[in-house]
């Protein structure tokens, strides 16, 4: 995928391209932003200028640890297939890239993502590479949440944070793969085209239609919250979550502001009752809180969360009306 092509990307890449051509820049890059926005395409166009080499990392998106073999001065680090963790073992083995001699002459990269994944004492390991690092080194963190790296690490790296594109450059982005329509995906999930183009439109239409199932299950007490919770897999929790934030937001916006949006047909019928706003509200910060969980890596019993999220709307959603 070619960078030009991401406008909110350029910014921050023509911040960075000349400095690291020249090897005028920090040893440590942390890359940080939402997932599905680039930043793997951003770190890697970032490689390249500092490799003085082209296209043999831009073949797609996809993370895949035998990325590293692309070039002999280039590693790309990410957790092990089947693991969600990066362990000392690989930081370990990184260190001893970075100390051999260039392949080229020119220098040596490493990619870690995400650097979150990290093990502690794999994050032990990388400090002691970024308080003396080989010379003519890049090492490139990528992360969605800085708050989950050791205040050591971040303080020797130099921070660059992608905000997501607009809707418009969403929108054009996406329309070059097809001529769907991405508006309620894009509604749903936010500007995060790459995440929405690698998983696919009919990946979200259908998580769309199963979700409101499962709602309108709930709310006619068909299906309990204990089983919708064991029915949502915990790698789609993030993508579940974020589809009943904006369908409880919807159901505001149709109580407040008297706009119809896209909602559940069970939803769709609270509007003709008395819908309690400041409940709604309440919701919403639960399920802000329980997806900021999901950010941070907590360990907690995800079955039991969301089985008491999903209470309010069981029994014809009636949590969420007044004298309900």
């Not at 092509?5 to 005028?24: D, G, R």
């Not at 309990?224 to 949502?232: E, F, H, I, L, T």
């Not at 974020?242 to 769709?268: A, Q, R, T, V």
Request: hydrophobic share 35%.
């Amino acid at each position: 995928m070619n960078i030009e092509q991401m406008p909110w990307l350029m910014t921050c890449y023509n911040e960075l391209s000349e400095s690291i051509k020249k090897h005028n820049n920090s040893h440590a890059i942390l890359i940080n932003g939402e997932k599905g926005i680039g930043r793997n395409i951003l770190a890697k166009n970032l490689a390249q200028d500092y490799l003085n080499i082209s296209d043999f990392l831009n073949n797609g998106t996809t993370n895949s640890i035998e990325e590293e073999s692309f070039h002999p001065d280039f590693k790309f680090i990410i957790p092990e297939e089947g693991k969600l963790n990066i362990s000392i073992e690989k930081i370990r083995s990184t260190k001893s890239f970075l100390q051999l001699t260039s392949h080229q002459g020119i220098g040596k990269v490493v990619i870690i993502h995400p650097a979150e994944s990290m093990t502690y004492p794999a994050m032990n390991s990388l400090l002691k590479i970024l308080e003396e690092p080989p010379e003519d080194t890049l090492i490139i963190l990528i992360s969605e949440s800085i708050k989950k790296l050791p205040q050591t690490i971040i303080s020797r790296t130099q921070i660059q944070k992608i905000k997501n594109p607009s809707l418009k450059e969403s929108t054009n982005w996406l329309s070059g793969y097809g001529e769907e329509s991405w508006d309620d995906a894009l509604n749903i999930f936010g500007c995060r085209p790459i995440l929405l183009q690698e998983l696919g439109h009919d990946y979200f239409n259908s998580k769309i239609k199963a979700i409101s199932e499962d709602i309108n299950s709930l709310a006619l007490r068909n299906t309990k919250p204990s089983q919708v919770a064991n029915s949502w897999k915990s790698e789609e929790l993030d993508v579940n979550l974020s589809i009943l934030y904006k369908w409880i937001s919807n159901l505001i916006d149709g109580n407040l502001l008297n706009i119809k949006k896209s909602m559940p047909s069970s939803f769709e019928k609270l509007l003709q009752s008395d819908v309690d706003t400041e409940h709604c509200f309440q919701y919403l910060n639960e399920i802000a809180t329980i997806r900021q969980y999901l950010l941070n890596g907590k360990a907690l019993n995800w079955n039991l969360q969301i089985s008491n999220l999903l209470v309010p709307i069981y029994s014809d959603a009636k949590g969420l009306i007044k004298n309900g």
